[in-house]
């Protein structure tokens, strides 16, 4: 049986998987990168609950974060492009079918990675903070 956390997890993956950059899950970063970038969506952390009793809810604001990476002559539009696109992706559906309660990414903060014989790399992490609640911390 699949938890809750693993499927709204699953959804804002498909979700980014349908953009022009290649999305991972949970994955290394590879020696190559796609024209188009690379998403990596790292599970992140639920934090500590809030609790309602009658009935038992946990409410959960989870930290999960993307990784956003692109390489080449024009990286610094194409990781505008790139982060414009999650934002399209995100708030075109804010609870991911009705999974979550709300769906919110924060601000990226660009960094710019020398490659030794390559093109340089701008990445950022991407966090998205997750709204949603469960009857179990578990489940």
Sequence with gaps: ??????????????????LPATALRGDVLP????????????????????VTLSPLRYHYQHRAEIEA?????????????????????????????????????????PVDLPVEGAASLKAAVIPVILHYSTADPLA
Aim: net charge negative; proline share 5%.
């Design 31 to 50: 020696e190559r990168l796609p024209a188009a970038g690379r998403l990596i969506l790292r599970d992140g952390e639920p934090g500590e609950p809030g």
């Design 1 to 18: 049986m699949t938890t809750h956390r693993e499927t709204i997890l699953a959804a804002l993956h498909a979700r980014l998987s349908a």
């Design 69 to 109: 990476v692109v390489q080449g002559e024009g990286r610094n539009t194409s990781f505008d492009a790139l982060c414009a696109s999650i934002g399209a992706v995100i708030s075109a559906d804010r609870t991911l079918g009705g999974l979550c309660d709300w769906v919110e990414a924060e601000a990226p903060r």
